[in-house]
């Protein structure tokens, strides 16, 4: 029974990371053909003319993606360990210089499991279909990355084949007419001559990936359950540099940081968050929003909430993988209650008390103002507010209040103030039984006498 060996899956997740971005999306490699496995074997780039996939024994199936890329535009093909994909290489664009063939091919697969039949752990990658008695590119039982007989220096597992890597394997190889080199994780592995003009690395009718059944290899047994993400091929040879960036772009990274203004706030404050970490295509946050640009005004309405983003990495072939980055939480604070309770209308020089219904355990400080003459008043920096207006009129009162978490708010309501009328008459004098003239001289008006 062999254990499966976790490669420092963390390192993919919380290490610096670089993306094709960052030699700017001008400047992406696109490839001649690529193949993303999304519910076909189709060449995503329709305009090259490169033919599309072949299946060669047993069956697969299109799984949603995983951790690379967390959307529906990307899938991952999950195949059978007695199955292979066969490359039509008759109408491949393959460039040539002085008569030799020139090209690059990337794989991002991963070895999900070994059959007790393969008893060594081999593992085929790429069978070049007329090489007569030759391997073509294979894991071997140690875990290195080899051509014939030639391998590279780098184990894909430290205890392989009994500890298989659950990491994801980006393994390129370039062929420039004359020595093939063959890169894993971005870093050059090895190079093998080719033959010359006779090169036993052309890709002729039929290459077949993951398939040892054909092409001259003594061992059939070297098959494994892989799940593929991608399959790239460029009629050009790639250098280190390219071959590097191509595998940095391949998995989904992390480096994306969520840059706050501040964490905390009240409710109906503002936040500029701030998706730092190198270009995306757009941003999409957990907010609903979607931007162009990194950056992402948000207004506090509620106690806490989880924040994050996802950044839709810049890639050839359209294979848009989301990044999953920083998630930060915001907590936020609630206003204070402000209603005032009191009477709307009164009279003037009336003395008359108003109180805050918020909490006071929640409350800092009070503040009660009017824009109304006032005789006297008390308590404007506390609970309950006592004021008796010297006129009549309609008068703005207002309270402010700040909580213990600091946040403001007011509220105004408005008084209406009412005129007491004064009574004063006066009279003349006169005799008994002569009429005398009465007048009042107070200030109510016509419809109060």
């Known amino acids: 029974m062999r254990n499966i060996y976790i490669i420092l899956t963390l390192l993919i997740f919380f290490s610096p990371f670089i993306t094709l971005a960052q030699f ?72 040539t210089t002085n ?15 070994i059959p007790t039949t393969n008893a060594d752990g081999e593992v085929w990658i790429m069978n070049f279909f007329n090489q007569s008695g030759k391997a073509g590119i294979f894991i071997n039982a140690d875990g290195y990355i080899c051509v014939n007989d030639a391998c590279g220096t780098t184990k894909i597992s430290p205890n392989y084949p009994d500890d298989v890597p659950t990491d994801w394997l980006n393994i390129a190889y370039s062929f420039d007419g004359d020595n093939l080199t063959v890169y894993f994780n ?20 039929n290459s077949e990936y993951f398939n040892p059944a054909s092409g001259g290899s003594s061992d059939n047994t070297a098959i494994a359950f892989i799940t593929l993400d991608y399959i790239r091929y460029f009629d050009l040879v790639l250098d280190a540099t390219s071959i590097e960036s191509l595998n940095l772009a391949a998995i989904a990274g992390n480096d994306i940081e969520i840059i706050a203004s501040d964490t905390t706030g009240c409710y109906g404050e503002e936040i500029n968050l701030t998706a ?22 948000y207004t506090i309405f509620q106690e806490y909430d989880t ?12 294979r848009q993988c989301f990044d999953v980055a920083d998630t930060i939480v915001i907590a936020g604070y609630p206003l204070p209650e402000l209603d005032i309770v009191g009477p709307l209308q009164l009279c003037e020089d009336e003395s008359v008390t108003y109180s805050s219904a918020a ?83 107070g200030d109510a008006g016509d419809s109060a006498i």
Not at 64 to 78: P, S
Not at 276 to 296: A, K, Q
Not at 401 to 423: E, F, H, M, R, W
């Open 24 to 95: 700017h999306p001008d400047s992406v490699l696109v490839p001649t053909a690529c193949y993303n496995f999304v519910n076909d074997f189709e060449n995503d780039n329709g305009l090259s003319g490169v033919s599309d996939l072949g299946t060669i024994g047993g069956s697969g199936t299109f799984i949603d993606a995983e951790e690379l890329c967390l959307n529906g535009n990307n899938k991952h093909y999950q195949m059978t360990p007695n199955q292979g994909l066969d490359v039509d290489n008759g109408n491949l664009a393959a460039n």
């Open 359 to 441: 909490d006071p355990a929640g409350v800092a400080s009070y503040e009660w103002t009017t824009n109304g003459p006032v005789s006297s008043s008390s308590g404007a920096d506390s609970k309950d507010f006592t004021v008796t207006f010297s006129d009549d009129g309609v008068y703005d009162l207002t309270l402010a209040l700040t909580s213990v978490y600091g946040c403001y708010d007011k509220d105004t309501i408005q008084i209406t103030v009412a005129n007491v009328p004064t009574t004063t008459i006066t009279a003349g004098n006169a005799c008994e039984l002569q009429p005398v003239n009465v007048a009042y001289t």
């Open 186 to 205: 971005g870093n050059e592995e090895l190079t093998v001559p080719g033959g010359g003009g006779a090169s036993n690395f052309n890709l002729a009718n």
């Open 276 to 297: 730092s970490g190198g270009d995306r295509s757009f941003y999409v946050w957990s907010t609903g929003d979607t931007t162009e640009s990194e950056f992402l005004t």
């Open 99 to 113: 008569g030799l063939e020139e090209y690059t091919i990337e794989l991002l697969f991963r070895i999900d499991s």
């Open 307 to 318: 924040i994050w983003v996802q950044g839709v990495a810049v890639a050839p072939c359209e």
